[in-house]
């Protein structure tokens, strides 16, 4: 529907009055109800069709305009005059006093957006494959998706990392939950990465030391052997977790995944 509009207008040239959407093919009076109050038309023949007043309330700014008796035009952007009109005088049966306050509230910011600051992370340039992806990468990225485990990472390679939740914080971490949430920008080193298996070990504990080869294998994509005991002879705290269990926890997360994809 959204190109429909924008072929109408590559056609007939810009929208004079929220009206005109209703000459769009498709865009019927149900669509029309639910989209106008989001669709400004600036420059066109009602001022009011600039702001996030629906057509459906046109009715309350004409009653608010014969009270002040100023026109519309004059009306916009002046808090001033706004304040001192009192919205229990211009409410209805139909429209309430809290929406006439919105009424005013948008001849207050005529054509503000209404929609909060939208953080995004800022992806680093020539890493756009997961092929990019180095050891030792310090990122910034979006958390796509938060599980008990960890939490996933959008690092703009196609492909989300894993901060496992023993590698959120340099304190222990019971749940991924307690610390981020989906939409957080976060900053990550990258610990270990496995193309073939389009697997991607991040930590968010920046002075952490990539993964060795040869090393312990905490963190890595590889399974615990058949038969070995988490814990050990003699278990372990929440602040010390075996190497080989962090290992199979891993994998195992990455597991989860699939299945929260699916």
Request: aromatic content about 6%; proline content about 5%.
């Amino acid at each position: 529907m959204a190109k429909a509009v924008v072929r109408w207008r590559e056609a007939n040239g810009a929208f004079k009055s929220r009206q005109e959407l209703l000459k769009v093919t498709g865009l019927g009076p149900k669509s029309f109800e639910q989209s106008a109050g989001f669709l400004r038309i600036r420059g066109g023949d009602n001022p009011l069709d600039m702001t996030g007043v629906h057509p459906e309330a046109y009715p309350v700014v004409e009653a608010i305009v014969e009270k002040s008796g100023k026109p519309v035009a004059e009306l916009m952007g002046r808090a001033d005059m706004l304040k001192t009109l009192r919205p229990e005088l211009f409410a209805n049966e139909r429209f309430g006093v809290i929406t006439v306050k919105d009424i005013l509230g948008e001849l207050e910011k005529p054509g503000r957006d209404p929609r909060p600051d939208f953080a995004v992370a800022r992806f680093n340039e020539g890493v756009e494959d997961i092929a990019d992806l180095k050891v030792g990468m310090v990122l910034e990225g979006t958390v796509s998706n938060v599980a008990q485990f960890g939490a996933f990472v959008d690092l703009g390679v196609h492909q989300d990392g894993l901060v496992h939740v023993s590698q959120l914080s340099n304190k222990f971490v019971n749940d991924a939950r307690e610390v981020v949430k989906t939409g957080d920008i976060v900053k990550v080193k990258v610990l270990e990465v496995d193309a073939a298996r389009k697997r991607i070990s991040l930590t968010m504990k920046l002075d952490a030391a990539p993964a060795r080869k040869d090393g312990p294998r905490d963190h890595r994509f590889e399974h615990a052997p058949r038969g070995h005991s988490p814990r050990g002879a003699g278990g372990y705290s929440g602040a010390r977790q075996d190497s080989n269990a962090g290992a199979g926890a891993m994998a195992s997360a990455f597991a989860k995944l699939q299945g929260l994809k699916r």
